[in-house]
C-alpha cells in the first residue's frame, strides 16, 4: 500500500477502513482524527499511553496504511502542523496549559473560574479552524429548505439540542424537540419525511435514544445535521453534514461554550439569511 501523501488523505483512508480495524487499531485510529496535533508532537510511548496500547500497536497502526513505521507517520503530521502555524501555536498553548493545570492544586472555586476561561478561550479561539464556511452554509441551507426540523439530544447535550430548537422556533421556523420525556422519542421518527432535517447533538457516551432517532430519520431520508466531538462516531455514519467541535476541558470536566457558540452561529447565520422570520417580541 503507497501511504497517504496528504493529512486529509490519511483521514479518508482511515474512515473508510475504520469498521474493518481491530479494536486496539480503532482506538489509535480515533485519536488521530480526533487529536492530530499530539500525533505531531508526542513520542510514540506518550501516545500509546494517551489511546490505551502498547507502543508496537502505534507501528502496527502506521504499517497498515503503507508507512514504513510511526516516525514516518508522525512526520506527515508534522509536516502539516508546520505548514499552519495558527494551529502550531494552538497545539503548543494547549500543551502548556495542560500542564500548568495538572500540576496546580484547587484553591478555591475562583481557580476553576480561571481555568474554565481560560481553556474556553483556547478551544473558541481554534473553532474557526474545525468548522469550515461550507458545512456552515450547507446546514444553514438544510434549515432553510426543510418542511420541519426535528432536534435531539440528551445528556450533556441537551443544552445546546434545547437551544436549537428554542432559537429556530423563534424564527418561525416548525421545529420539534425531542426530549425523551416519557420516552416519546420513538413517535417522532413516524411523522419524518425527506423534507425534513434532523440535528442531533451528542457526545460520549453516546445516548441510544439519540442512535435510535438519527438511524429512524436516517430511513426516512431525512437530511442529519450532526455535532459532536470525535470525527469517529455511530451518528455520523447517517450525516449528511457532520461537525466536530472540541470543547475547553479543565480537571477532566468539559465545557459546553464550544458547542453553543457553534449552535448559535448557525442559528443566527440562518436569522441573517432569513431576516422576515425573525419574531418582533
Known sequence: MTPPKTIEALRASVLENYDSLSKRLQQIAKYVLDEPNDFALETVAVLADRCGVQPSAIVRFAKSFGFDGASQMQKLFRDDLLAGQSSLGYAERIRQFKDEVGKAKVTGPMQILSEFVDSNILALGHLREDISERDLNEVIKFISDSENVYVAGFGRAFPIASYFAYALSRLNKRTFFIDG?????????????????????????????TLETVAGAAEKKCKIVTISDSRVNPLSTHASVALTVKDGEVRQFRSLSVSMCLAQSIVIGYAFQNPKDIASD
Open 181 to 209: 420525556v416519557g420516552a416519546y422519542y420513538h413517535s417522532y421518527n413516524r411523522s419524518m419525511t425527506s423534507r425534513d432535517l434532523m440535528i442531533a447533538v451528542s457526545f460520549p457516551p453516546y445516548s441510544p435514544e
